[in-house]
């Protein structure tokens, strides 16, 4: 299994700043993955970071606005670029790692919840 | 792309009777299918993982079935109890390790 920790837990941002995430693992992981879960809503996923490349942004979501580090093998951080009100949100790191049953599942962080005024 | 439906949307019921959640998906070309548990305001908590090659998974009050060919998993939570209240979210993984969640069930157990 994994442990994942996340900083800050929450935050209040104003408009047009920026904040950036961080998330650290207990274990090496090769996989990083941030989902956004907007308000009333499930989860999408926002870009895979694998260390020593760079991160692959799904439909929707680009570098500009979401630059993403991966400087090792248990650590990332995303930035939220120049903040207005729909980027509030819960941000979540995942890693993909071996399981109790010795299959890879993913763990999840226990996000941070960010609120822009 | 794959699509992922959870039907109800929303479900309460009174505490000892079984749960019930469906999950559906487009694309069966899965890795693997995760339910999850996520309480208001908090982060997700991992309940039953089945691979692709399974048919179902249990654990305690807890058993997942998974028909891949027809694109559909089912959750039944046992005698529900009040503390079985939140969200459970169904989530399909590629190969590499990126999950497509469907939108969630809420349910509420009474006293």
């Known amino acids: 299994s994994a442990v994942i920790s996340q900083k800050p837990s929450r935050d209040i941002c104003q408009r047009g700043t920026s904040l950036t995430i961080q998330c650290q693992v207990d274990s090496q992981v090769t996989m990083m993955f941030w989902y956004r879960q907007q308000p009333g809503q499930s989860l999408t996923l926002i870009a895979t970071a694998n260390q020593g490349s760079e991160a692959t942004y799904e439909s929707g979501f680009v570098i500009d606005k979401f630059p993403i580090s991966r400087p090792n093998l248990t650590f990332s951080t995303l930035t939220v670029s120049n903040m207005s009100p729909e980027d509030s949100s819960i941000y979540l790191c995942?890693?993909?790692?071996?399981?109790?049953?010795?299959?890879?599942?993913?763990?999840f962080g226990p996000g941070t919840r960010l609120t822009v005024l | 792309k794959q699509e992922v439906t959870q039907i109800p949307a929303a479900l309460s019921v009174p505490e000892g009777e079984n749960l019930v959640l469906n999950c559906s998906f487009t694309d069966s070309a899965i890795y693997n299918l995760q339910w999850f548990r996520q309480d208001p305001g908090k982060g997700l908590t991992s309940l039953l993982l089945?691979?692709?090659?399974?048919r179902e998974q249990t654990s305690g009050r807890l058993n997942a079935s998974l028909d891949k060919s027809s694109g559909r998993s089912t959750l039944y939570i046992a005698a529900s109890q009040p503390g079985d209240s939140a969200t459970y979210l169904c989530a399909v993984s590629d190969s590499w390790g990126k999950l497509q969640f469907g939108a969630g069930t809420q349910v509420v157990v009474t006293p």
């Open positions: 089945i691979q692709s090659s399974q």
């Open positions: 995942s890693v993909d790692a071996r399981g109790g049953d010795g299959f890879n599942e993913q763990f």
